[in-house]
């Protein structure tokens, strides 16, 4: 497992230089309260995340819960849901570390293989994890407005970061459109 | 590679938890002190072939012994090879500042060194004299701020420390 330090490291070793471009590394330095924010706000809401994700994709496909679909006994739910923490836990990981070796190496390596031998969908598995990427850009954000949560809008404080921590919004998405790439 | 990230990270994948307050507080601790060991990592990088050559020197100078023949730094490729093993000790300093701890040097220093050099006949004594000298060569405003020589200065102890 590489963090984005170590990560400099061992492609500075391959070439056995000094790790002498710093830019980037001081970037995550310079903006590593905003990352503690974001991972914290997926931590926080994971429960909430999830569940959502997971019914979302079942209202979109009402099959999946019916006699024969792959979410209908309790069992097989509880599965996806499992596995749906699971996805998410290992993207927060990635953020946290400022890259994606852990996802790769501990979550979606042999992942499609396993998903295909179980006879997992895995068009129903993007749809849940194109949800959780728009629910971890939403968090991240934390820019609420009326046209989405209308009359439950509910503002929490006032600005911190002017640019509403786009980078971080960038790089978390990027992990699970790696996951989707994985998948599909 | 072990730091703190991926120390915390693993930590919470085995007991199969997100990260919680107390993982985020430990990275951050981690991040407080980069600043400093950025800019230790910065200078070393920028003055790595001076510092090694420099460090060379001051151990050849009070181990003059090594020049004869049948000794350490007898010829021209004997000596190029023994400021290379300075300089590979510095790169490996380089590395830690980076990842804000020892793993490099451990992992590709230290592990099997004194096999290695025993193998070889290499005295250890000659590398903790340059590295002794790089410590005490490090001058706080001039070379780099207070805080990264405190950083570098730890990391040159470290690997004097594994030497002897």
Known sequence: MLDAFSKAVVSADASTSCVSDLSGLKAYVASGNRRLDAVNAIASNACCMVSDAVAGMICENQGLIQAGGNCYPNRRMAACLRDAEIVLRYVTYALLAGDASVLDDRCLNGLKETYAALGVPTTSTVRAVQIMKAQAAAHIKDQPSESFAGAKLRKMGTIVTEDRCASLVAEASSYFDRVIAALS | ?164
């Open chain 2, 1 to 164: 590679m072990k730091s703190v990230v991926t120390t915390v990270i693993a930590a919470a994948d085995a007991a199969g938890r997100f990260p919680s307050t107390s993982d985020l507080e430990s990275v951050q601790g981690s991040i407080q002190r980069a600043a400093a060991r950025m800019e230790a990592a910065e200078k070393l990088a920028a003055n790595i072939d001076n510092v090694s050559k420099e460090a060379y020197d001051a151990c050849i100078k009070k181990y003059g012994y090594l020049n004869n023949s049948g000794e350490a730094n007898e010829t021209q490729v004997k000596k190029d090879k023994c400021l290379r093993d300075i300089k590979h000790y510095m790169r490996l300093i380089n590395y830690c500042l980076v990842v804000g701890g020892t793993g490099p040097l451990d992992e590709w220093g230290i592990a099997g060194g004194r096999e290695v050099y025993r193998a070889l006949d290499l005295p250890t004594a000659p590398y903790v004299e340059a590295l002794r000298f790089a410590r005490t060569r490090g001058c706080a405003p001039r070379d780099m701020s207070a805080q990264a020589l405190v950083e570098y200065n730890a990391l040159l102890d470290y690997t004097i420390n594994s030497l002897s």
